[in-house]
């Protein structure tokens, strides 16, 4: 099992800057990837921003490509999320997420391979 707690949200007008962690804690040896997936009122999760633990490899969303900067710190177990140049539509519940074994680039941008969820924070970015 891994544990999951996300920290760092809060509110800050457009134009701002967040940054989010996720630590982790339990099996986090096994850790194969770390994310980021938001949600919106009345819409889906989506996904936002991966990062292979061992490679350092890291994936985005479009909506947030040169944006948000996912990163890992491997002694803390711990995974961040910087938004930079914070919009509107980036207002949210951020979701951290984990899973442990490997997947394809495509899967690491669905929620449901991730087995692991934390119980979220709240971004919400004014105008």
């Known amino acids: 099992q891994v544990q999951l707690v996300e920290s760092g949200g809060g509110l800050v007008q457009a134009g701002g800057s967040l940054r989010l962690s996720c630590a982790a804690s339990g099996r986090t040896f096994s850790t194969y990837a770390m994310g980021w997936f938001r949600q919106a009122p009345g819409k889906e999760r989506e996904f936002v921003a991966t990062?292979?633990?061992?490679?350092?490899?890291?994936y985005y969303a479009d909506s947030v490509q040169g944006r948000f900067t996912v990163s890992r710190d491997g002694a803390k177990n711990t995974v961040y999320l910087q938004m930079n140049s914070l919009k509107p539509e980036d207002t949210a519940v951020y979701y951290c997420?984990?899973?442990?074994?490997?997947?394809?680039?495509?899967?690491?941008?669905?929620?449901?391979?991730?087995?692991?969820w934390g119980q979220g924070t709240q971004v919400t970015v004014s105008s």
């Open positions: 990062i292979r633990w061992s490679a350092g490899r890291t």
């Open positions: 997420a984990a899973r442990t074994a490997y997947v394809s680039d495509y899967q690491l941008r669905q929620a449901g391979t991730y087995a692991y």
